[in-house]
């Protein structure tokens, strides 16, 4: 199996590169992120606070989640409910990060990761893929950008879906997530050793795309 790993910053074309990527060489493409967002979304929908870790470590046992993986993308099943698109909302991005930080979740949600990679040939982005989940990836990508250049992105797509945000509101979420996945103490978000830095600010999706492919194709994928 040919396992890639992809991790970095929100905001860096993390996600929309890596299924692209995938597509381009036939993997399936699984976004990790959308594990702790379910796990966020249970929570608050418990009425439990995501900072809660005692409370949220009672939960896990009654959450039942699987990632639908298929060349047509990803569907995120929670209890068996698609959960797609409820986990994609800001205040769920905010509870995904918060629950991120508590070592039994990370924990609940290890080996369910694994075990997606052992299976097929696979594109798996999130922060800590290359570090911990799937230290014997054949090939890592930290993919980053400046944040501003993060939040500029964000800020386009948000307002092309018709969500009305100032871009400092944006680029004030962009720090401040960045600040709560780099600096907790468990799987902080930073790049293997053996990773390759890519470098996304200022360039077109297709031209990032174009140097992924490159570098995969680099390593006889
Ligand atoms: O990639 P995303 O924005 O959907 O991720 C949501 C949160 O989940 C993010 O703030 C950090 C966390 N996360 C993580 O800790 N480890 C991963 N492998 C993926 C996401």
Redesign the pocket.
Same mark, same amino acid.
């Given at each position: 199996m040919f396992n890639i790993a992809i991790d970095g910053p929100?905001g860096a074309g993390k996600?929309t590169l890596s299924r692209m990527l995938a597509d381009k060489l036939g993997f399936v493409y699984a976004?990790? *992120?959308?594990l702790?967002?379910a796990v966020g979304l249970f929570a608050v929908r418990h009425g439990i606070s995501p900072q809660d870790a005692a409370g949220v470590q009672k939960l896990l046992p009654s959450i039942q989640l699987e990632l639908a993986l298929s060349p047509e993308g990803q569907r995120v099943l929670l209890c068996g409910e698609d959960v797609s698109l409820a986990i994609r909302v800001p205040e769920i991005?905010k509870a995904?990060?918060q629950v991120?930080a508590i070592p039994a979740v990370r924990a609940f949600l290890l080996d369910l990761q694994k075990d997606m990679a052992s299976e097929r040939d696979i594109v798996m982005d *999130?922060?800590?893929?290359g570090t911990v989940v799937l230290p014997h990836a054949q090939l890592k990508i930290f993919l980053t950008a400046t944040p501003e250049d993060r939040a500029r992105r964000r800020h386009a797509e948000l307002m092309e879906k018709g969500v009305d945000i100032a871009y400092e509101q944006v680029l004030d979420e962009v720090r401040q997530?960045d600040a709560q996945?780099t600096e907790r103490p468990i799987?902080p978000l930073r790049a293997a050793d053996d990773a390759i830095i890519v470098d996304t600010t200022g360039y077109e999706l297709e031209d990032s795309l174009k140097r992924l492919y490159a570098i995969a194709k680099e390593h006889r994928v």
């Amino acid at each position: 199996m040919f396992n890639i790993a992809i991790d970095g910053p929100a905001g860096a074309g993390k996600s929309t590169l890596s299924r692209m990527l995938a597509d381009k060489l036939g993997f399936v493409y699984a976004d990790t *992120g959308a594990l702790y967002r379910a796990v966020g979304l249970f929570a608050v929908r418990h009425g439990i606070s995501p900072q809660d870790a005692a409370g949220v470590q009672k939960l896990l046992p009654s959450i039942q989640l699987e990632l639908a993986l298929s060349p047509e993308g990803q569907r995120v099943l929670l209890c068996g409910e698609d959960v797609s698109l409820a986990i994609r909302v800001p205040e769920i991005s905010k509870a995904a990060s918060q629950v991120s930080a508590i070592p039994a979740v990370r924990a609940f949600l290890l080996d369910l990761q694994k075990d997606m990679a052992s299976e097929r040939d696979i594109v798996m982005d *999130g922060r800590d893929i290359g570090t911990v989940v799937l230290p014997h990836a054949q090939l890592k990508i930290f993919l980053t950008a400046t944040p501003e250049d993060r939040a500029r992105r964000r800020h386009a797509e948000l307002m092309e879906k018709g969500v009305d945000i100032a871009y400092e509101q944006v680029l004030d979420e962009v720090r401040q997530r960045d600040a709560q996945d780099t600096e907790r103490p468990i799987a902080p978000l930073r790049a293997a050793d053996d990773a390759i830095i890519v470098d996304t600010t200022g360039y077109e999706l297709e031209d990032s795309l174009k140097r992924l492919y490159a570098i995969a194709k680099e390593h006889r994928v």
